[in-house]
């Protein structure tokens, strides 16, 4: 069963990140399933899951599935991002853009492989879930990651600095930058205190100052450095109340 999933985990990889051309790639976004280079593709992945699956006839069912569930699949990301394409608010958005229909691509290839081996194999659905924990998780990751940067966003909203990204100004940093720098430290703040290493809370505070420590100098505004200051300390306090709170409920749980 592992060794099976994880030889059609293989033979996904290659297919899609180390064999396939940017050539490919470009006529299937520009063409979707009208693409040749869709069904050069889906070919590719046909060979490979058959020579996971040992070329054993029993697995006939599965390798349909997964052939042709790559290609529709594949065919539906490339009309999405056409679509995304034609919207001129496509890359503001954090969570509705390219980079989320790729992502979204690669969990439903996943997920159908990983369905099909549990119909092969159904004990890969006995593994025990804890359902309290499993939502307990779910509730953290989205106060940790949204919810986070809503709260600190209304509470330092009062001491915007004048020169903090205000109309007709250049604005010279990344789109929704600050919203996944956040992100991210509080998943790693969350991730140090379950694994009991506070020492990498420590290391991210230091590599995150020294890093803004250049731009606070020659900004020459005090009034910045402390809004950057306050809400950096929001954050990282957050991420250590949630991630203290979910500690405590998981083992009271």
């Not at 064999?19 to 046909?46: F, G, R």
């Not at 659905?125 to 966003?153: C, D, G, P």
């Not at 509080?186 to 250049?214: P, Q």
Request: proline content about 2%; hydrophobic content about 55%; aromatic content about 14%.
């Amino acid at each position: 069963m592992t060794l099976l999933l994880l030889k059609l985990l293989m033979a996904h990889l290659i297919a899609d990140f180390l064999i396939q051309p940017v050539s490919w790639v470009k006529d299937k976004e520009q063409k979707a399933y009208l693409s040749k280079k869709l069904l050069l593709h889906t070919l590719v992945h046909a060979m490979l899951y058959a020579m996971a699956f040992s070329f054993a006839p029993q697995f006939w069912l599965g390798w349909i599935i997964l052939v042709i569930s790559h290609y529709l699949i594949d065919g539906g990301k490339a009309i999405g991002n056409r679509a995304l394409g034609k919207s001129l608010d496509a890359e503001k958005s954090l969570f509705f853009n390219h980079r989320s229909l790729f992502l979204a691509d690669q969990f439903i290839h996943v997920v159908v492989i990983v369905a099909v081996v549990g119909y092969y194999y159904p004990g890969l659905y006995e593994v025990s879930v804890n359902h309290e924990q499993f939502w307990l998780m779910a509730i953290a990751l989205l106060l940790l990651t949204r919810v986070s940067s809503i709260i600190i966003k209304v509470l330092i909203s009062r001491w915007t600095p004048l020169n903090a990204d205000q109309p007709g100004e250049t604005n010279h940093s990344l789109a929704n930058a600050g919203s996944y720098i956040g992100f991210l430290e509080r998943l790693f703040i969350f991730v140090f205190i379950v694994t009991n290493h506070w020492e990498g809370v420590g290391f991210l505070l230091a590599a995150k100052s020294v890093f803004r420590f250049g731009d606070l100098k020659e900004a020459h505004d005090r009034r910045l450095t402390e809004y950057i200051l306050i809400g950096t300390l929001l954050s990282f306090g957050l991420a250590i109340a949630i991630s203290l709170g979910y500690e405590v409920v998981r083992d009271f749980i």
